[in-house]
């Protein structure tokens, strides 16, 4: 079945310090994928999304490739802010029949310090 | 404002009693999720509707279920055969399709005592 692998955190990193989340996914066919992101006691809003290979998504600084020779989709952002520390996920999308859903990784924890 | 509500946002039961969380959405979305969150464990998919009277179960549908009586509504159900119920539950919604975006509900802790 489809399932999604992200790096286990938590990741605490300086503010302006570069970010990278890996992602890797396995799944049949050709899912789209997405980051979310969670802050505390809320739930989950899309932070970015690619729909197909070499596609690249990106939102409020931060960027993602969809690689399909490697099955990846890492998080990148070149200079964070104590306001991105959060719980970042990955997902992918895929039909199964008639439906369609995500599936989720494990969530890393990123927490920004001064 | 368009979006996706779930209440109450805290819910304490008594262990052996059944207890149903809301979960209405005014987007005109036509699919709806529901998931668990456990720490450490992601997002886990408990049941899934691409449309009014119609559900499948996800990964996790033991113990609980669902109903999908209007486009707007999709109410959980956590029953007392759920064995560890304690956890945070998300709703979301979806246009049809895999490429489109979730919205999320701001969730509901419950904690079973």
């Known amino acids: 079945g489809d399932s999604v692998t992200q790096m286990e955190g938590p990741v605490t990193l300086s503010e302006e310090a570069f970010l990278t989340i890996n992602c890797t996914y396995t799944a049949t066919g050709y899912p789209s994928l997405f980051w979310y992101v969670q802050y505390p006691g809320e739930g989950l809003q899309l932070l970015l999304k690619?729909?197909?290979?070499?596609d690249k998504g990106s939102n409020k600084g931060f960027e993602a490739t969809y690689r399909k020779e490697t099955t990846s989709f890492h998080l990148e952002k070149g200079s964070v802010q104590v306001s991105d520390s959060a719980v970042y996920f990955c997902a992918l999308g895929s039909n199964t029949g008639t439906a369609s859903k995500l599936t989720f990784g494990t969530g890393t924890r990123l927490q920004v310090t001064l | 404002d368009g979006g996706i509500t779930q209440s109450p946002k805290y819910l304490f039961r008594k262990e052996g009693q059944n207890v149903t969380l809301s979960c209405e959405q005014n987007l005109n979305h036509d699919a709806m999720y529901w998931y668990r969150q456990d720490p450490g464990q992601g997002l886990r998919l408990i049941y899934y509707s691409q449309i009014v009277n119609d559900f499948q179960k996800g990964d996790i549908a033991e113990g609980y279920s669902v109903s999908r009586e209007k486009k707007e509504s999709f109410p959980l159900t956590v029953t007392s055969a759920q064995k560890n119920p304690t956890a945070f539950y998300l709703c979301?919604?979806?246009?049809?399709?895999?490429?489109?975006?979730?919205?999320f509900g701001q969730g509901t802790r419950l904690t079973v005592v």
């Open positions: 690619a729909t197909k290979a070499d």
């Open positions: 979301a919604s979806s246009q049809q399709g895999m490429n489109t975006e979730a919205f």
